[in-house]
């Protein structure tokens, strides 16, 4: 990893944290009112959603440049989405066993390699939820995809090109899939991936 620049150093004072009621909470989320003060000194009530698991996100890619998305209906924007595979993992669960398991699940690929190559905040100002983004190359079937019993799911494989551009063009939404597919384009533009790989990549 590279060292971090002078100018990402935080400005400032934190904000000071001060009395936390849960006002929800199930197997997945939980839902706090929080007292604190900002940076500023200003009073502020805050809520935050907690999530109780890690996502994690995987971009899986053939040998020649293409890249498997996974599409299904999400309930909370009532719309259809394609997406790499992602799922959620238990904390305390090394992420990269997660990252197996989701792949194999919603798409029955197996991957005889496997690289970190993003970790994210989404929406780091209501949620305290982490991702792990991970690369799987050397891709071979192992099994028939087979969802949890609330997903419906249909699994393409299109040239990582038309997945960039549908992105890019906001026909694929999903904020994991879009920095994921930037991540992937950046190590194949700046030679972190095979030359062969690469080139069937960029196109």
Known sequence: MSQKPD???PHGRP????EVRCVYDNP???VTEETALAP????ALYGVVSFKNRALAVLPLHDDGSVVLVGQQRLPLGDYSWEIPEG????AEDPLDGAKRELLEETGLAASEWREVL???LSNSVTDEVAVGF??????????PEGDGTEDLAVVRVPFREALDAAMAGHIQDSLTVAMLLRGYHMAREGLLP???ARGMIG
């Open 135 to 144: 690369l799987a190359l050397g891709l071979a079937q192992a099994a028939e």
């Open 15 to 18: 904000w000071t944290r001060g």
């Open 28 to 30: 997945w989320i939980r």
């Open 195 to 197: 030359d062969a790989l």
């Open 7 to 9: 100018w990402l150093a």
């Open 40 to 43: 500023t000194g200003q009073p």
């Open 88 to 91: 959620g993992g238990p904390m």
């Open 119 to 121: 970790r994210m905040q």
